[in-house]
């Protein structure tokens, strides 16, 4: 099949089933190509080791469901560490989930504030209704944790009257939705120094979710592209000035540092 019938049956198919365009947006290597022609990084953004964020590194992290779908340890100590370092820090997130991530920071924060869709949303998407329950299962108690339900898309940030010193955006993670959930993040930034976490910068800590990283470099003011990093040992990307050293990992490259992990299962 000749380059110009494959083109004409591809639009064939988009005309038949229009979410297939989605699909194609959204293929790596178009977001790659984008990031590239756009802003030269070929690799991505460099490394900041998370030594460098978390000098003194020695967090322990409570609760942790090891279960599909959430952060992983090193995600959730960094989002606490971070916390801790801001006094009496306001944290604000957009994706809740199981409440792992913002019920770690409320034992060290002043006030958390999290975003995510509404169960009758979740419910008329289709999703299973022990999954929709499953949200806010950890931090659903906690007090200094505030839960707001609506679309990052929509929502009227404005109505929070609220600035924050630390933000997580971990929601939908296809272009579109990252670009504004960035946008609207860095206008709730309380100050110069206040800091925002994307999670899933990539699938692991090594590779980049193209998609992902397109939609933060376009929701990104132009003066502040150069404050973010990727944060080693991490899925996580980070807004932070300050950075003093950061470089791109080769692969295959040799640790520089390991963790200590405890672990204890409690009920």
Not at 69 to 88: E, H, Y
Not at 104 to 116: D, E, Q, R
Not at 165 to 187: M, P, R
Request: net charge neutral; proline share 4%.
């Amino acid at each position: 099949m000749s380059k110009v019938s494959k083109l004409f049956k591809a639009l064939s198919l988009i005309l038949k089933q229009p979410s297939l365009l989605n699909k194609v947006l959204d293929d790596a290597d178009v977001n790659k190509n984008e990031v590239v022609k756009k802003y030269k990084l070929d690799k991505g953004l460099k490394t900041v080791d998370i030594t460098e964020l978390l000098p003194n590194f020695d967090v322990t992290i409570e609760p942790y469901a090891a279960l599909d779908g959430g952060s992983t340890p090193i995600d959730l100590a960094l989002l606490k560490g971070l916390a801790a370092s801001k006094p009496n820090c306001d944290y604000f997130e957009i994706g809740t989930w199981r409440g792992e991530s913002v019920s770690n920071v409320a034992s060290v924060a002043k006030n958390c504030v999290t975003l995510n869709l509404p169960d009758e949303t979740l419910l008329q998407m289709g999703f299973d209704k022990k999954y929709v329950e499953m949200h806010r299962f950890y931090s659903k108690n906690l007090k200094n944790v505030t839960h707001l339900q609506g679309n990052s898309l929509t929502y009227d940030y404005k109505s929070l009257n609220q600035k924050f010193d630390l933000i997580f955006v971990d929601g939908d993670h296809h272009y579109e939705s990252v670009k504004s959930d960035t946008q609207n993040a860095f206008s709730l930034l309380k100050d110069e120094n206040s800091i925002i976490v994307w999670h899933d910068y990539g699938n692991n800590p090594s590779d980049i979710r193209w998609d992902v990283l397109r939609g933060i470099l376009d929701g990104t003011p132009s003066d502040k592209i150069k404050n973010l990093y990727r944060v080693s040992n991490t899925l996580c990307a980070i807004y932070y000035k300050g950075v003093k050293n950061a470089e791109y990992i080769p692969d295959n490259t040799t640790p520089k540092k390991h963790f200590s992990i405890t672990v204890k299962a409690k009920s």
